[in-house]
């Protein structure tokens, strides 16, 4: 949105750009779905967007079967002998 920040992070230089593009993507989507260029607003719906996704993807991987990896290849030993 036309303004610098300087980060300082203990991630990686490589993931901190990682970061950078996607919310510069994400602010910029929904800038140009808005009509009004007030700032706070595209930083606010981004956010909010942002968020929704992120508790979409907690709740499924909630959701999502437990694999007991030993089971697993337990079964994979047993299909290999056939």
């Known amino acids: 949105m036309g303004r610098k920040i300087s980060v300082k992070s203990s991630s990686s230089a490589e993931k901190v750009r990682a970061i950078e593009s996607f919310v510069n993507r994400r602010l910029q989507e929904v ?5 009004s260029g007030d700032a706070q607003l595209v930083l606010m ?3 909010l967007n942002t968020a929704e996704e992120m ?3 907690r709740a499924a991987q909630q959701a999502a079967p437990v694999v007991d990896n030993t089971r697993l290849q337990s079964l ?6 056939l």
């Open 45 to 47: 719906l981004a956010l």
């Open 55 to 57: 508790l979409e993807l």
């Open 31 to 35: 800038g140009a779905a808005l009509k």
């Open 76 to 81: 994979i030993e047993k299909l290999e002998t």
